[in-house]
């Protein structure tokens, strides 16, 4: 745990959050600037700063933790799916630098886009792009 990381304190307890789910290695709850209603964090208790330091076994669990939180919106509040989004880097929007994920219900018709950027790649680019990304994965 870091001393003065916010998403460490909620996890301790000692800043109240909206809990909607909590075990010993995750807690789950409610963004206070939530993008639709439900929005919640899946935040885990040790302290990661991004992904890239994520420890193994804690991202094999993660992903199964959040898919129950977002079927569990899709029941409690009739949300028609839901987005798992995470951000890596400041350029990223990452904010809050412990590893979290968003679960956004999502609610058709709700209006928001994750969707968009540069349309088409040329396909020259495409290749030596993935060759770098190849050689740099190793």
Same mark, same amino acid.
Request: hydrophobic share 45%; charged share 20%; glycine share 10%.
């Given at each position: ?7 460490? @304190?909620?996890?301790? &307890?000692?800043? /109240?959050s909206a809990t909607v789910y909590e075990d010993e290695? +995750?807690? =789950? *709850? ?13 935040? /885990? @208790? ?10 193994? &076994? *804690? !991202?094999? @669990? ?7 939180? =977002? ?6 509040? &009739?949300?028609?799916? +839901?987005?798992?989004? %995470?951000?890596?880097?400041?350029? !990223? ?5 412990? +590893?979290?994920?968003?679960? *956004?219900?999502?609610?058709? &018709?709700d209006g928001k886009r994750f969707s968009g950027g %540069? %349309?088409?790649?040329?396909? %020259? ?6 060759? @770098? *990304? ?5």
């Open positions: 745990m870091e001393e003065n990381c916010i998403f460490c @304190k909620i996890a301790r &307890g000692e800043i /109240p290695t +995750f807690r =789950g *709850i409610l963004d206070v600037n939530p993008m639709t209603k439900g929005h919640a964090l899946l935040v /885990p @208790k040790a302290h990661y700063a991004d992904l890239c330091a994520l420890d193994h &076994g *804690i !991202a094999a @669990k993660a992903l199964p933790v959040a898919a129950r939180i =977002g079927g569990a919106m899709k029941d409690a509040l &009739g949300c028609d799916g +839901f987005n798992i989004l %995470q951000n890596n880097g400041a350029a !990223a929007e990452q904010s809050v630098f412990h +590893f979290h994920l968003h679960i *956004i219900p999502r609610y058709a &018709g %540069q %349309q088409g790649a040329d396909a %020259q680019e495409l290749q030596d792009t993935a060759a @770098k *990304i190849r050689s740099a994965v190793g």
